[in-house]
């Protein structure tokens, strides 16, 4: 910054009983940096908020039951996501022939389908 402000001093043919601070000189660079490219900031102090998740963002929109594919003529079950992995209620395993179509994992279709796609945490 002292090359800086020697340099600027020279360039600027300042008369040495009217040149600035080197202080000065030194608030007014930062001053005009942050100004052009500085961003505000916040002082929040913490954990930052967890982004929703993408399933929970428009979900009715785009989320809705389907059935499983055929095989053998019959519907391939697959295990309920949230009825395995809650934590609200007691975990359990149930089959299921309902899959959510944007997210192609098998769910209850009372319950289960609603608090997937709009609880964060079920």
């Known amino acids: 910054m002292l090359n800086a402000y020697n340099l600027w001093l020279v360039k ?8 600035p ?5 030194v608030y007014n660079v930062a001053y005009q940096l942050l100004e052009d490219f500085g961003e505000p900031t ?3 102090k913490g954990r930052r908020p967890n982004p929703m998740p993408d399933r929970i963002i428009d979900a009715y929109s785009r989320h809705y039951p389907v ?3 055929m095989a053998n003529g019959k519907r391939k079950p697959r295990d309920c ?5 809650t934590t609200r ?3 359990k395993r149930t089959r299921v022939v309902i899959i959510c179509n ?6 209850c279709i009372v319950d289960c389908f609603r608090d997937y796609n709009t609880l964060k945490n079920f």
């Open 42 to 44: 916040t002082n929040i």
């Open 102 to 107: 944007e997210c192609s994992i098998g769910l």
């Open 67 to 69: 059935h499983t594919e």
């Open 21 to 25: 601070k080197l202080r000065e000189f």
């Open 81 to 85: 996501y949230v009825c395995k992995h």
């Open 89 to 91: 209620r007691q975990k």
């Open 12 to 19: 600027k043919n300042i008369d040495p009983s009217k040149k």
